[in-house]
């Protein structure tokens, strides 16, 4: 009956964003691609940085994926250039040449080879970029860096209801080093590679094979670790880049890349629950936690099974304790577990003891559900495979939001 | 740019129900399962009939269809006793000799082997049977046979809205034949091998193989071509009856197959068509039909995918033509798929060509979308597979109806 969810080192978050590192600047601004809201972004770095990206699974890739994945592959990086408003999706050739002119101008208007700019959008699918509104707001916000970056983290906003940054400071080897990002999303979230746009930064020096380990490591306990509606967007994306200016000898494996590696994980796993907690009507944070699996793989598919039951979420919307939705969702996952050897915990409380309801229990479950952040433990009592996935419960309100988006 | 998805022979319905073919009666009353409204069903044959059962595929299976699998390999069966209100699934032990019992009292009220005698429940998971209520229920059900099955219809209701019921005549090899069948099911509505309780009876004669591999065929085009919100029952059974009453030769192959396996689709494609049009706070009934996928298999699975995504439906229901949404979904699909082949039409509306929106027909698409009955046509341009399933849009009466199921 232990926990086999243990968790890492933890490092401690502090207050910050992707400007924080030395040697990032930042800046967000209104151009004109939405209404009133700001919509464009920048996240510069004073030299050359390692970078590493991870991105959508989805056939259907908008152009800046395309663009910025092709872009990765050299390992350096300087600037990222992020539209909101629109996601350059199903826009053909013509989207294509856009995201390439957004990293030329964003490269003439700070002075460096396009070849060094990362581009990402995110909106709505299928509308031409207004690339009037994006010419003009470049050499803006060119003028507009700052060592700070929430006007950016406001800038690449869509449904959010809030901005969403996070940042950690550690010591690595002697060196302080300092990881930070900003992360948008709250609807067509599902993992598969990456979910939604994250951009981290730091200032450690990592070469951009290990920074791609790194992060691929970071990314699983993540933002492939969350879900608010199972659709897989086609702009996720997360770049991280490393500019080396903390100082001190590159990270390149040992306990400093585990330090960095725990690091970068707190940050993104920071930004992927305040994804899920502003997931689109969500009212609760949902931890589901299976253990006893027979694989790791296995528990995490299962926990994404009940993560995403539509059943289970208007349950948990409605402080419902109707367990038997869940073991619904695990009989379908495709994984192996027996209902007679299934443990369902909310909390601390359990209500369900090998696959039978445990008596007297409801109200208390009830009570339970009641709170803001839930989390649902699931033993499936067969193996030693357990992983950990955030959700969010479906309310009317994702209805309305999603009913009406484009008007 | 042809349809590929070409009906077969269209058989009319007529109105009837499960006791329509000839010999067969049923019963439907309030036993006290539910609070007022009938909660336990009755449909008997008056003499054994070859039988077959496709059921849920969900590891976690309630008892009456443990009992009832196990009871139709026998080929044969003569009465059908079903509950509502109760699930009676995840009951352990105590859950098996329940359905035992509900199978044992029906025989002795109906004077019948106890062998011949097949069980269903639909209803909360996790709670054990009010078998006083269905003890008392059973002897005045067998009291009330009747020729007529909506009673029994009404009775194995749960969240529905209305009841469900379809039946066809058709002349096989000279001897008037009829097929009837009743249904339930509004939630926890996604196919694998079966989908919600559905009964079909007919007078025809065909041994039980025969039976079998026309009941199979026929589940794949109607109940696993439907779904609403892509959870999958514990409970889900579709059973299906044949007593020979209609006289003439058994049915084994040949034209006569053919015709009785087109009459039984239409039945269960209508009674499958009103789940779906009675899915949980829906509005609309869409048909997506995939065509150009490399195969039937991806073409369903292409279509299920769209089908399923909170995104569409909740465009579908907002009436908002967001064909990004529907692009999204094929690309997450898993099916082979190429954006700039892809067309995507509302109706005969044509919306998206080549991967790209067709400029100027936002509004009329609008328009298209206002229809309580709707088809989204999606050719992949690669292949010869086609398939089509029907779904609903997702409202915010979904998300009332199932944040309070039990309360």
């Known amino acids: 009956m232990i926990d086999t969810i243990t968790e890492e080192e933890t490092i401690p978050l502090v207050a910050g964003d992707a400007a924080s590192p030395a040697g990032f600047r930042a800046a967000g601004l209104h151009c004109g691609i939405k209404r009133e809201r700001p919509d464009l972004a920048l996240l510069v770095s004073e030299v050359p940085a390692s970078v590493a990206g991870v991105f959508t699974t989805n056939k259907v890739k908008a152009a800046p ?54 581009v990402a959008s995110t909106g709505v699918i299928g509308v031409p970029l207004p690339m009037e509104a994006i010419r003009g707001g470049i050499p803006r916000a060119a003028r507009a860096l700052a060592p700070e970056g929430t006007s950016a983290a406001e800038a690449i ?73 199972g659709d897989t967007s086609t702009n996720d994306s997360v770049l991280l880049l490393a500019n080396g200016r903390a100082g001190g000898p590159p990270i390149t494996n040992g306990l400093e890349l585990k330090r960095f590696t725990a690091g970068l994980t707190a940050v993104a796993s920071e930004l992927a629950k305040m994804v899920v907690r502003d997931g689109e009507g969500a009212t609760r944070l949902v931890a589901i936690e299976v253990s006893g699996a027979v694989s790791d793989a296995e528990a995490h598919q299962a926990a994404m099974t009940v993560a995403n039951s539509l059943l289970v979420k208007t349950a948990l919307h409605g402080g419902e304790p109707n367990w038997g939705r869940i073991l619904a969702a695990l009989g379908r996952a495709g994984v192996e577990m027996a209902e007679e050897k299934t443990d369902v915990l909310f909390g601390e409380l359990e209500v369900v003891h090998a696959g039978l309801g445990v008596p007297g229990v409801w109200n208390a479950a009830a009570s339970a559900l009641e709170a803001k952040e839930i989390t649902v433990k699931i033993r499936l009592g067969i193996g030693a495979g357990a992983a950990r996935v955030w959700t969010c419960d479906l309310s009317e309100e994702y209805v309305r939001i999603n009913g009406s988006y484009t008007t």
């Not at 994926?65 to 013509?94: D, E, F, I, L």
């Not at 995201?99 to 490269?107: I, N, P």
């Open 65 to 118: 994926v395309r663009y910025t994945q092709a872009a990765v592959a050299s390992g350096r990086a300087q600037a990222v250039v992020v539209n909101s408003g629109n996601a350059n999706a199903c826009t053909g050739k013509a989207g294509l040449a856009d995201a390439a002119e957004m990293a030329r101008l964003t490269g003439v208007a700070l002075g460096l080879d396009p070849a060094l700019v990362l």
């Open 157 to 229: 906003r869509t449904t959010d209801r809030f901005a969403k940054t996070a940042a950690v400071r550690l010591d690595i080897g002697g060196v302080p080093v300092t990881i930070g990002g900003m992360a948008k999303g709250a609807g067509m979230i599902h993992p598969n590679m990456a979910t939604t746009l994250g951009f981290l930064t730091t200032d450690a020096a990592l070469p951009p094979a290990v920074l791609r380990l790194a992060l691929t490591r970071a990314i699983a306990d993540s933002f492939n670790s969350i879900t608010v509606d």
